[in-house]
């Protein structure tokens, strides 16, 4: 782009849904943003622009030595930008052969953890901390409850001790903020699992390290640990802000809960609306150009940089002119991505969500909103969304003084997860707390 006068910095947003409309409305499906440091991108607004950056890595490439501000020099090496775009030997910056040897080890990694023994750790988990709060009556379900879960699940998923999870939820959050300290984050999140590999190589377990040392990929150890990070922190990212957004319509939407009670929409087809309107990530970078090239009336030069606009793609006009009608289970949002770079461990998010928001819910069925539903705030971010906070009271569940709260893990659940089959029946639901759906305590409210 040849003038950055009187662009937006898009890091400075308060309000960056509010913002990708006015950029819509004055540019198009592509805009000219400003990022940390003043340098220049485009933000892919359009639902089809989006789809032909993602499946087209010969024009748009994964690979950030291409990007003509690093090659420039103008991005320093404190940059908030480093910890995202900063070029790593990842399936996510490669492209070609060397991207699906990556990916593949990945793949078959993450493909050893079947859904019915996520649901295991998901619900020890989510009964372990609802017993650390419960008798309070009351939680903050974003701080209690969003943030950790995902980060106690998929730790242990990483092969982690039980104790270390916790530990990494702050820095993990702080890599997606673009803060002044997100490269201090990224320097001790990346620690951690150097001591993990290390580790895995004289203890190997049924865990993601120990497969990803194992694979016939051959991967380093650099590979290694920038693998695992990249599983750690977006499978962490995504399912706290999925978990999170979920509960806020469930406690503030009645016709969301409406659906849900009266059974025009499963627990499975809420999160695809909430991945609709609300995904984890909003904001995906990046992409760079190969060449000189057009996408949406706009001249893209070699070497510039793109960011996908998943949440502003998700309501891209031409694709969803109503936004009132319901998506309920249409996974054709961009949520997850699509193409070769589409994300791998999708399906995780959703068993943890699914199980972690069905098991709490069955735990504290009458929990309400603590505040009125207008000082619900929302943390934005240049890349991300959801609540601040979700206050809630409920009564002191009946069980919280012995089973099945206090219970200690069962063996099965404690054990590595046993490899993943492709179920031919749908698997039985696990019983709640209290008899009847949760669903059904809340109808009667």
Same mark, same amino acid.
């Given at each position: ?30 805009? @000219? ?18 789809? *032909? ?92 409850? /969003? ?15 039980? *104790?270390?999870?916790? /530990? ?27 001591? &993990? ?55 503030? *939407? ?30 995906? @970078? ?64 959703? /068993? ?13 069925? *009458?929990?309400?909103?603590?505040? @009125? ?9 240049? &890349? ?40 031919? /029946? ?15 305590? &809340?109808?009667?409210?």
């Amino acid at each position: 782009m040849s003038s950055t006068a009187g662009l937006r910095r898009l890091p400075e947003a308060d309000n960056p849904a509010q913002l990708y409309e006015e950029l819509r409305a004055q540019y198009g499906p592509v805009a @000219p943003v400003l990022l940390h440091g003043d340098i220049p991108a485009w933000i892919v607004l359009g639902y089809r622009e989006n789809l *032909d950056v993602m499946r087209t890595p010969s024009k748009f490439s994964r690979d950030s030595r291409r990007w003509s501000a690093f090659r420039e020099n103008r991005v320093p090496a404190d940059s908030p930008l480093i910890p995202m775009v900063g070029w790593q030997p990842l399936c996510v910056f490669a492209d070609g052969d060397e991207h699906a040897r990556l990916r593949g080890a990945v793949v078959d990694g993450l493909a050893q953890f079947n859904r019915r023994g996520m649901r295991r750790y998901v619900t020890h988990y989510t009964r372990e901390l609802v017993n650390g709060f419960a008798a309070a009556g009351s939680a903050d379900l974003v701080h209690d409850y /969003a943030e950790p879960l995902p980060m106690l699940v998929v730790s242990r998923l990483l092969g982690m001790a039980p *104790d270390e999870g916790p /530990a990494l939820v702050e820095p993990t959050l702080d890599l997606m903020r673009g803060s002044e300290t997100a490269a201090a984050s990224n320097a001790a999140v990346t620690q951690v699992l150097q001591d &993990l590999v290390a580790l895995k190589k004289t203890r190997p377990g049924n865990d993601l390290a120990s497969h990803l040392i194992s694979h016939t990929s051959g991967l380093t150890d650099t590979e290694i640990v920038e693998h695992l990070r990249l599983v750690l922190v977006a499978a962490h990212q995504g399912t706290v802000n999925l978990i999170a957004n979920t509960l806020r319509l469930i406690l503030t *939407d009645r016709r969301f809960r409406g659906s849900l009670s009266g059974g025009q929409m499963t627990l499975p087809d809420a999160l695809e609306q909430v991945m609709w309107d609300s995904p984890s990530i909003g904001v995906v @970078p990046g992409r760079w150009a190969t060449g000189d090239t057009e996408l949406g009336g706009r001249l893209i030069k070699e070497g510039d940089l793109l960011l996908l606009g998943i949440s502003a793609a998700n309501v891209d006009p031409e694709q969803r002119p109503d936004l009132s009608l319901p998506m309920h289970g249409n996974r054709s949002h961009l949520a997850l991505s699509s193409g070769p770079h589409e994300c791998p461990g999708g399906d995780i998010g959703r /068993a943890i969500a699914d199980t972690g928001i069905d098991e709490l819910t069955a735990l504290l069925p *009458d929990m309400a909103l603590a505040v @009125p539903q207008t000082e619900i705030g929302i943390k934005a971010d240049w &890349l991300t969304s959801r609540p601040a906070s979700l206050p809630v009271t409920f009564s002191r569940p009946r069980s919280i003084a012995g089973s099945p709260l206090e219970q200690p893990v069962p063996a099965a659940a404690a054990q590595p997860l046993p490899q993943a089959v492709r179920p031919t /029946a749908p698997e039985p639901a696990h019983a709640p707390a209290e008899p009847g759906p949760w669903w059904r305590t &809340l109808l009667r409210r």
